[in-house]
């Protein structure tokens, strides 16, 4: 009761009141208090024949499904890599987690760091410690070569811009800055 999802375009953000933009119409509404989701889109530096990103779920859903044992190399470290990466070994495919030289996943400490990388080993991730200097047709090269036939990056997310376009406070990357009080 009182909450209402009206999925679209904020157009207008007024003392009061929400004007947003549906596929149908503008639809305003009244609110004293408003949550707004502004949702994100994958932010990478990493292109190539190989590479597909994660906001391409029906191309990765094919290529995946083509080749069934083929390996894949997950970049970046955090949340969503090794999420990815877990999710990939659990079908008995070969996956690599790809992390810059000297990263603790998740940003852990030493002793914890260690307990997710023997974790990792144990569910069927190698991750490799390696600086990415370009990927082409026959996978990740760069102190290492990682032969792979797909790459996906999760390096990061980029925030939607409507958040500073609203005025929001937001954090060097974009995201809605959370006040210490949520």
């Known amino acids: 009761p009182g909450v209402h999802r009206v999925p679209g375009r ?6 009061g009141s929400l004007e947003i933009w549906t596929p149908q ?6 609110a004293a208090h408003v949550l707004l989701a502004t949702g994100s889109t994958s ?3 990493f292109e190539g024949p190989q590479v597909l990103h994660l906001d391409q779920p029906q191309a990765m859903r094919e290529r995946l499904r083509r080749r069934p044992d083929a390996p894949v190399s997950v970049i970046g470290g955090g949340t969503t890599g ?3 990466a877990t999710a990939l070994a659990s ?3 070969p996956v690599t987690l790809v992390v810059p030289p000297e990263h603790r996943l998740l940003g852990l400490g030493a002793a914890d760091a260690h307990w997710l990388d023997s974790h990792l080993d144990r569910l069927g ?5 390696d600086t990415i200097q370009h990927i082409d047709e026959h996978g990740i090269h760069g ?3 990682t032969p792979t036939e797909l790459v996906l990056p999760c390096t990061g997310f ?3 811009p409507a958040a500073q376009a609203l005025g929001l406070p937001t954090q060097d990357r974009g995201q809605v800055a959370v006040l210490p009080t949520l």
């Open 25 to 30: 119409d503008t639809v305003s509404i009244d």
């Open 91 to 93: 079908t008995g495919r």
């Open 158 to 160: 980029q925030a939607s």
């Open 43 to 45: 932010r990478s530096l």
């Open 10 to 15: 904020v157009a207008a953000l007024r003392a």
């Open 125 to 129: 991730v190698s991750v490799v410690r």
């Open 82 to 84: 090794i999420e990815v």
């Open 143 to 145: 102190l290492h070569s």
